[in-house]
T-cell receptor, first 113, second 115 residues
């Protein structure tokens, strides 16, 4: 079945450092891919998405490119801030349009001043 | 975008009792889902709440333990029955429209502690 594997955390960075959180997936057909973020004490929010191969999703300085050849959707940000500290989830929705989301295990990011 | 309200936001319950969680969406949506997030874990889909028919449960989840209702296109409930400490989790409601925007929205979650 469909699955998502993402980089284990926690990831601890200094402010202004470069961030990469790796995510790879297994799916049949043409899934849609998402990054969701969960800030401390808050609900899940969509950070960015890509619905087809070679699409680049971007938001708030974060980017991820849908790479079908490597089945990856790595999250990157050039310069992290303390306010980026959160749990990040790589998420897949299969092409069958059932609406079901498959979540990666989540990566906790802590940014220190 | 859709706004999803869940209640209660948290509860502490005695083992053997049941808790019903409500999920209200501010617009009509085709699809509603219930997820569980156990402590320190990722989200796992419990079931898809179908309007006007029985919910579709994922492997490992059964209707007797997690009965779900969806009487209309904006509301659903999840009941956690005969609770044990292992049911302590965050339960999240999610909604998405089948057509158009592919984004799924989430409620704030219900933090359940069973003692």
């Amino acid at each position: 079945g469909d699955s998502v594997t993402q980089m284990e955390g926690p990831v601890t960075l200094s402010e202004e450092a470069f961030l990469t959180i790796n995510c790879t997936y297994t799916a049949t057909g043409y899934p849609s891919l998402f990054w969701y973020v969960q800030y401390p004490g808050e609900g899940l929010q969509l950070l960015l998405k890509a619905t087809k191969a070679d699409d680049k999703g971007s938001n708030k300085g974060f980017e991820a490119t849908y790479r079908k050849e490597t089945t990856s959707f790595h999250l990157e940000k050039g310069s992290v801030q303390v306010s980026d500290s959160a749990v990040y989830f790589c998420v897949l929705r299969g092409s069958g349009n059932t609406g079901k989301l498959i979540f990666g295990q989540g990566t906790t990011l802590q940014v220190k001043p | 975008s859709a706004v999803i309200s869940q209640k209660p936001s948290r509860d502490i319950c005695q083992r053997g009792t049941s808790l019903t969680i409500q999920c209200q969406v501010d617009s009509q949506v085709t699809m509603m889902f219930w997820y569980r997030q156990q402590p320190g874990q990722s989200l796992t889909l419990i079931a898809t709440a179908n309007q006007g028919s029985e919910a579709t449960y994922e492997s490992g989840f059964v209707i007797d333990k997690f009965p779900i209702s969806r009487p209309n296109l904006t509301f659903s409930t999840l009941t956690v029955s005969n609770m044990s400490p292992e049911d302590s989790s965050i339960y999240l409601c999610s909604a998405r429209d089948r057509s158009g925007n592919t984004e799924a929205f989430f409620g704030q979650g219900t933090r359940l502690t069973v003692v």
